[in-house]
C-alpha cells in the first residue's frame, strides 16, 4: 500500500513538474536524442561488423565447429560412469 501511495504521489509531482518546466524538458530531451542516437548507431555498427566477421569465417570454413559424434571411447567411459552411479545409489 505504501509503494502504490508513494507511486501516486511520484507521478502527481512529475505531472506537476513537467507542466512548470516543459520548455527545459524540451531542451534536454533535444539534447538526449542526438547523443541516444550516436550510441545507438555504434553499438549496432560493431554488432553487424562482427557479425559479418563470423559469417565470413565461416563461409571459409575456419573456427567454424565441428559436429561433436560419441567416439566408442567415450560411450565405454559414459557406461563406466553409470555404473559407478549405480553402485553408489545402491549403497544408499
Known amino acids: 500500500m505504501k509503494t502504490l501511495i508513494g507511486g501516486a504521489i511520484?507521478?502527481?509531482?512529475?505531472?506537476?513538474?513537467?507542466?512548470v518546466w516543459f520548455d527545459?524538458?524540451?531542451?534536454?530531451?533535444?539534447?538526449c536524442i542526438p547523443s541516444?542516437?550516436?550510441?545507438?548507431?555504434?553499438?549496432?555498427?560493431?554488432?553487424?561488423?562482427?557479425?559479418?566477421?563470423?559469417?565470413?569465417k565461416n563461409d571459409k570454413g575456419e573456427?567454424?565447429?565441428?559436429?561433436?559424434e560419441a567416439k566408442s571411447d567415450d560411450k565405454a567411459k559414459i557406461e563406466e560412469l553409470e555404473k559407478e552411479l549405480d553402485d553408489l545409489k545402491k549403497e544408499k
Open 10 to 19: 511520484a507521478v502527481l509531482l512529475g505531472v506537476v513538474g513537467l507542466a
Open 36 to 56: 541516444v542516437l550516436l550510441l545507438g548507431g555504434g553499438l549496432a555498427l560493431y554488432l553487424g561488423f562482427d557479425e559479418l566477421k563470423d559469417s565470413w
Open 63 to 68: 573456427d567454424a565447429p565441428a559436429p561433436q
Open 24 to 31: 527545459e524538458f524540451l531542451e534536454l530531451l533535444a539534447g
